[in-house]
């Protein structure tokens, strides 16, 4: 398996798991509490702002995981921007 190969595996894979947050997203609060009981967290406190960020949290992972998959799937392109701004910054 070549090195770019191997880059794109490891994106996609990367990208499968973090996108799978979206439907922790949209978990109802009693399914969130019940999952943060069962790894021994303890309940999950209540309020509007500890939803407000567990959702927005899990929405993040799930643009983390689009952008990887939007990477992986043009992958020459992307490397050699990220290398021109790689050498530009190190002057």
Do not use: N
């Not at 922790?24 to 069962?38: S, V």
């Amino acid at each position: 398996m070549t090195q770019k190969r191997r880059l794109i595996l490891f994106l996609r894979i990367t990208g499968t798991i973090a996108g799978s947050a979206v439907f922790c997203a949209m978990l109802p609060m009693p399914t969130m509490d019940a999952i943060h009981r069962m790894l021994g967290m303890g309940p999950l406190p209540a309020g509007p702002i500890v939803e407000y960020l567990a959702r927005s949290t899990a929405f993040a992972y799930a643009l983390l995981g689009a952008l990887l998959w939007t990477v992986s799937v043009d992958i020459e392109r992307w490397v050699i921007a990220h290398g021109y701004r790689y050498s530009a910054e190190r002057g």
